[in-house]
């Protein structure tokens, strides 16, 4: 099956500097990738939706400044939280699709980053 | 209202119980729809996808009824090992984003 990796698996920050977090499909070309957040004892939060080579598309409350998205390659998504705050704290989990064409393609999850803003 | 809604739970029962989950959904535009196991502090799992005609995996069966936009997820002869948490999720297709219920805990007791 399809492999997506994130990394790093987990971090601790002070308040204040930027964390990036990749996301990398392995074995296929992910046309589209995803970011979650999670929260503990809560469902997944989409955050944004980001294609090769376009700007991402951000739901609605997400700070586009404060969550930067790149999505350089067919590959790679990066996630980087500037400025992070103790709020930032989460479980943070990317997805991605593109194995096969016509709608509704399978979303594989990376193995997530747990974030912890000190 | 959700877009996807799923039984609160949690859902308690003994190894070898038979158990169904429920989700709806409102958008009647959906065209993929899947259950997820999500693991405490884990990632999301694909468990199986549910199609129009039903489908089985083993003692898993999905159904689905576009017409009452309902999806089901059955359980039989309940593991230790399916305790965990069970995402609805529907898609709209053409690789658009998914939208997730919140989930319904499953625990299976000896």
């Known amino acids: 099956g399809a492999v997506v990796s994130q990394h790093p698996s987990r971090v601790i920050c002070k308040s204040g500097t930027s964390v990036k977090i990749e996301c990398r499909s392995l074995d296929f070309q992910a046309t589209t990738m995803f970011w979650y957040r999670q929260f503990p004892k809560q469902s997944l939060m989409l955050m944004a939706t980001?294609?090769?080579?376009?700007?991402?598309?951000?739901e609605q409350g997400v700070e586009k400044d404060k969550f930067l998205i790149n999505h350089a390659s067919l590959t790679l998504s990066t996630l980087t939280v500037t400025s992070a705050h103790p709020e930032d704290s989460s479980f943070y989990i990317c997805?991605?699709?593109?194995?096969?064409?016509?709608?509704?393609?399978?979303?594989?999850f990376g193995p997530g980053t747990r974030l912890l803003v000190l | 209202r959700k877009e996807v809604e799923q039984d609160p739970g949690p859902f308690n029962v003994p190894e070898g119980a038979t158990v169904a989950f429920n989700c709806t959904y409102s958008?009647?535009?959906?065209?993929?729809f899947f259950w997820y196991r999500q693991d405490c502090r884990k990632e999301p799992k694909l468990l199986m996808s549910v199609y129009s005609s039903g489908n089985e995996d083993g003692r898993f069966t999905a159904q689905l009824n576009r017409a009452s936009q309902y999806i089901s997820l059955l359980i039989r002869d309940s593991k230790l090992s399916d305790s965990a948490t069970y995402l609805c999720v529907v898609n709209k297709g053409n690789a658009g984003k998914s939208t997730f219920g919140d989930g319904t805990t499953l625990t299976v007791k000896p």
């Open positions: 980001s294609n090769e080579g376009s700007k991402a598309t951000y």
């Open positions: 997805s991605a699709t593109g194995l096969a064409g016509g709608p509704g393609e399978t979303q594989y």
């Open positions: 958008n009647s535009a959906s065209q993929s």
